[in-house]
């Protein structure tokens, strides 16, 4: 007999499900209140490899497509590493829910209000990291470097606290 296709990606079982989703409650509830009412559903992915660079893929916010919404009610996914998830501790375990959280956004109207589609369902986009740098780069050039003077957002993160008050 051969051997059953492997899958990539599968929905987590209830238990780990029901820890998730407290955890992503209370981060909601702290830090991304925006996403109160998005159906958010964890999965597993079990193919991802680490690359030339180093580095290994623990999460990845997904957005459903409308059709798949309408099928089955879910916004968004998060999906998590499920070789090195487990081995996770509780701390890092947070922060990843709190950095996939953050990709998570609502799309905003002229008003500001949460824009809705024509089922009246809240319009989600993902949102990209503030910043992407070389540590070596960081490391050299501090707050000139380049991946961090392309965020016009910058001064609002306080990155640099103690230089920032000094000015
Ligand atoms: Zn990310």
Redesign the pocket.
Known sequence: MSAAKKVSCEIVDAETAAGLESLAADLIERNHRHLRDANIKFAWNHSWQEDADGHTTL???KKVGDLERDATGIDLYILLNSEFYPEMDEAERVALID??L??CEVIYDSNSDPMRDVKDRICYRLR??DFQEFAAIVRRHGKATPGFVGFSKLAQLQLFPQEASDS
Do not use: R
């Open positions: 999460g990845q916010a950095h996939e953050c990709h990209k990291h």
